[in-house]
Structure formats: structure tokens, C-alpha cells
């Protein structure tokens, strides 16, 4: 469950028994927790999700867990201002598209990033298979598909998947 600070935290749920969604148990709460993207990969879950710094900019994070109790401390992907994200899972691979907000304005939005994971967050690429290392912390990035901020446009993301071949297919 999202949370965005003490007054709301982020919370974890497991359910009480493999496979049912009739009971659950609140295993975790986290202050800073927003928007997040869980997902079940080779017997790990991985969640994406979304710190607000201290100027209220949003950045990306990751962070993973063998059994849904213990998790590891949060790690930062991605922090140049601001960011939101769309994020997809498939053949034990994560993929997650994401936009830049120049000044911190979520309204102006403009950018098109795309970075995967093959090994639950221990590495992250880009779409050509060039490695980087989180955080990237500059608009001008490895990550960077198109530049749409020297073309005075927004971007709008949808949505993020895999195709048949592992490519990734960003609707924005």
C-alpha cells in the first residue's frame, strides 16, 4: 500500500497462506513508500517504487525481499528531479520506462528513459545492454532514449511490457 511520509506510511502485506487471498498480515511499514510496483521473480520479490527527496522531487528506488518479511535497505535508481515510472516483469527480467520533470514540476514531464534489470536489481542496463550504476543523477544519462526536452515536448507515460523477443514496448 503506497504511503507518502508518517502520517501515511507505505505498508507490506503477505497473505497468511501460499496462494490465498482470503487473509493477510501487515509485515512491514515504511515511511517512505510511494507509488510501488511489486513484482515475483525467480523466488524474490522486487518492488519499485518512489522516495520524495527533500524539495518534494520524486525519485526512483528499488528494493527486494526472499520471503516478503525481510527486505533489503532501499536503493536508488534513478534521481535527477524528479521522475514517474511504468514497470513490467517477464522471464526474470525487470523493465522500467521513466521521465524526467525539469525543476521538479511533475506537470512538465519530458523525457524518455528505459532500463532493465536481469538479476532482481544486483545490475541494471539499458536498452542496448549497456550497464550503468544507479543512481544516475544527470538528465543527460545512459538511459536517455529520446531527448525530448531539445524538442520542447512533454511525455506521458501508460505503460511498459516485453515483447516475444525481451524488447521493450513503451506506450506513452
Given at each position: 500500500?503506497a504511503?507518502?511520509?508518517?502520517?501515511?506510511?507505505?505498508?507490506?502485506?503477505?497473505?497468511?497462506?501460499?496462494?490465498?487471498?482470503?487473509?493477510?498480515?501487515?509485515v512491514?511499514?515504511?515511511?517512505?513508500?510511494?507509488?510501488?510496483?511489486?513484482?515475483w521473480?525467480?523466488?524474490?520479490?522486487?518492488?519499485?517504487?518512489?522516495?520524495?527527496d527533500?524539495?518534494?522531487?520524486?525519485?526512483?528506488y528499488?528494493?527486494?525481499?526472499?520471503?516478503?518479511?525481510?527486505?533489503?535497505?532501499?536503493?536508488?535508481l534513478?534521481?535527477?528531479?524528479?521522475?514517474?515510472?511504468?514497470s513490467?516483469?517477464?522471464?526474470?527480467?525487470?523493465?522500467?520506462?521513466f521521465?524526467?520533470?525539469?525543476?521538479?514540476?511533475?506537470?512538465?514531464?519530458?523525457?524518455l528513459?528505459?532500463?532493465?534489470?536481469?538479476?532482481?536489481g544486483r545490475?541494471?542496463?539499458?536498452?542496448?545492454?549497456?550497464?550503468?550504476?544507479?543512481?544516475?543523477?544527470?538528465?543527460?544519462n545512459?538511459?536517455?532514449v529520446t531527448?525530448?526536452?531539445a524538442?520542447?515536448?512533454?511525455?506521458?507515460?501508460?505503460?511498459?511490457?516485453?515483447?516475444?523477443?525481451?524488447?521493450?514496448?513503451?506506450?506513452y
Open positions: 500500500v504511503g507518502r511520509g508518517r502520517r501515511r506510511p507505505g505498508r507490506v502485506f503477505r497473505s497468511r497462506d501460499p496462494y490465498c487471498v482470503d487473509r493477510f498480515e501487515q512491514r511499514e515504511w515511511e517512505l513508500f510511494a507509488y510501488p510496483q511489486p513484482w521473480l525467480d523466488g524474490t520479490v522486487v518492488v519499485c517504487f518512489t522516495i520524495y527533500e524539495d518534494g522531487n520524486r525519485e526512483l528499488w528494493r527486494s525481499s526472499p520471503d516478503g518479511r525481510d527486505w533489503t535497505a532501499p536503493s536508488k534513478v534521481g535527477i528531479g524528479g521522475h514517474y515510472q511504468v513490467d516483469a517477464a522471464d526474470g527480467e525487470i523493465v522500467t520506462a521521465n524526467w520533470h525539469p525543476d521538479g514540476i511533475p506537470d512538465r514531464r519530458t523525457n528513459y528505459v532500463l532493465r534489470t536481469r538479476d532482481r545490475t541494471w542496463e539499458t536498452v542496448d545492454g549497456t550497464v550503468v550504476d544507479p543512481p544516475l543523477v544527470s538528465p543527460d545512459e538511459a536517455l531527448d525530448y526536452a524538442r520542447d515536448r512533454l511525455v506521458y507515460l501508460n505503460d511498459v511490457t516485453l515483447d516475444s523477443r525481451g524488447r521493450p514496448v513503451v506506450l
